[in-house]
């Protein structure tokens, strides 16, 4: 079946517009600043973007810009080169102190004081005064912008200039994935024969991949179109496939990535069937649960149209619908193909019309940010909290029976909690 004759059969997808509920850009630190330990990520933002993630980062937060808003002129211009100062005062006390920081991150955020400052322009002077010492990158992290995952986005295309340019043929994996899980993805692939296997992002900020007309870019994330953009212009060829999630999802992209290297599909067959049966079996009696269950998916991580083809082909859920919060066609294509007929798409955020739904079509589970959480619990609806999914290790196929478990539990804990 091809994406287009398969789409054709979706109806038009509703859109929303309206309230959001969900996390900012700045979310994305939490697993960047881990999967990269000698990168920082120094956020100008306010007290507000301090609580979100200093306890779960520990990052640095450049907090309450110190000037008057509102009222432009001669104020507020004294104020904007009074944070400038401050920020490359804590900029040249952050690298003195920790001196393993390669590469440096300003990531911007909501506030009207932050907005007027160019953190671009910012980035270009700190590289000056600390030229050899540290790379100073930025982008955006902010709400108003991103959603929680679009921050990644907007890291990694902040490396993008940064990287090499090379013509030889290797795979391109973007997208931050758990380490033992990318350790286990890129040894498939040496089965494979595709010796040459590089990452974004790479463990170290400053080994960063090279990219070019003989790179092909495979996709871990689904919420990385700006990045993919970005490589492609660069001279990345774009192998489509369905996102490794579960069994099938996984095996398809890693048997995308073999066609695009003209690997024979015997040699993929021998090396991932075996994996494919255990993989079954890991599934099985978490099918057990899921299937026949009605499952409505709120938009927030973007990647609930891959989960959501996961949870009706190989778990036996059935989709009541399936909200992103954006939808981009071109990444999306090869999932849209597998998703059943007459699947219900809702693209955009209007927490109230879509709780609505959800209260009037009574799903039996709802993937949701966390805020909506505990309303959906109170009218008695199982769910599952959408962010958990980016800090687990889900994808691949040896992953497909954890993945499954984590939609299996909460629906066991509400049965449970009915019998009591
Ligand atoms: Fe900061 Fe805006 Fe995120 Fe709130 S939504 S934490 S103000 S960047």
């Excluded at 990052?59 to 432009?72: D, N, S």
């Excluded at 932050?114 to 980035?123: E, G, R, S, Y």
Aim: proline share 6%; aromatic share 6%.
């Amino acid at each position: 079946m091809t994406a287009a004759t398969a789409q054709a059969q979706l109806p038009p997808p509703i859109k929303e517009s309206g309230q959001r509920e969900v996390f900012c850009g700045l979310t994305s630190i939490v697993w960047l600043h881990r999967r990269m330990p000698d990168a920082f990520f120094l956020v100008v933002g306010s007290r507000t973007c301090a609580h979100l993630i200093q306890s779960a980062a520990g990052v640095m937060i450049f907090a309450e810009p110190r000037f008057g808003t509102a009222i432009l002129g001669e104020r507020d211009l004294a104020g904007l080169a009074d944070a400038n100062e401050e920020l490359d005062r804590l900029v040249a006390q952050l690298l003195a102190r920790r001196p393993e920081i390669r590469t440096l991150f300003l990531v911007g955020s909501c506030p009207s004081e932050v907005i007027k400052l160019d953190l671009a322009k910012a980035a270009e002077r700190l590289n000056v005064q600390h030229r050899g010492r540290v790379t100073v990158l930025n982008y955006s992290g902010s709400g108003i912008e991103t959603t929680f995952t679009q921050g990644e986005d907007g890291a990694l295309q902040a490396l993008i200039p940064l990287m090499p340019r090379s013509e030889s043929k290797q795979l391109l994996i973007a997208g931050t994935l758990a380490d033992a899980v990318e350790d286990r993805l890129i040894g498939l692939f040496h089965k494979l024969d595709i010796e040459r296997v590089a990452t974004l992002p790479p463990r170290r900020s400053t080994e960063l991949p090279a990219v070019g007309p003989g790179t092909q870019l495979l996709l871990a994330q689904p919420f990385l179109s700006g990045t993919a953009r970005a490589l492609i212009d660069r001279g990345a060829a774009l192998i489509a496939a369905p996102y490794p999630f579960g069994v099938e999802g996984s095996r398809a992209w890693l048997a995308a990535a073999a066609a695009a290297f003209d690997i024979a599909p015997a040699q993929v067959a021998a090396v991932l069937d075996p994996l494919v049966e255990r993989g079954q079996r890991a599934l099985a009696p978490q099918r057990e649960t899921l299937a026949g269950k009605r499952l409505f998916v709120l938009p927030d991580s973007q990647l609930e149209i891959p989960l959501a083809r996961f949870l009706s082909r190989e778990c036996g859920m059935q989709l009541v619908e399936v909200g992103t919060p954006y939808l981009d066609r071109q990444l999306m294509a090869s999932e849209l193909a597998l998703l059943p007929e007459g699947t219900q798409l809702s693209e955009g955020q209007h927490v109230e019309n879509q709780l609505q739904r959800v209260e009037q079509l009574r799903p039996d589970l709802v993937v949701c940010g966390l805020g909506l959480a505990n309303p959906l619990e109170a009218m008695g609806i199982a769910t599952k909290w959408s962010i958990e999914l980016v800090f687990s290790p889900i994808h691949g196929i040896d992953q497909a029976g954890d993945l499954a478990e984590l939609f299996a539990r909460p629906l066991r804990r509400r049965t449970a909690l009915s019998f009591a």
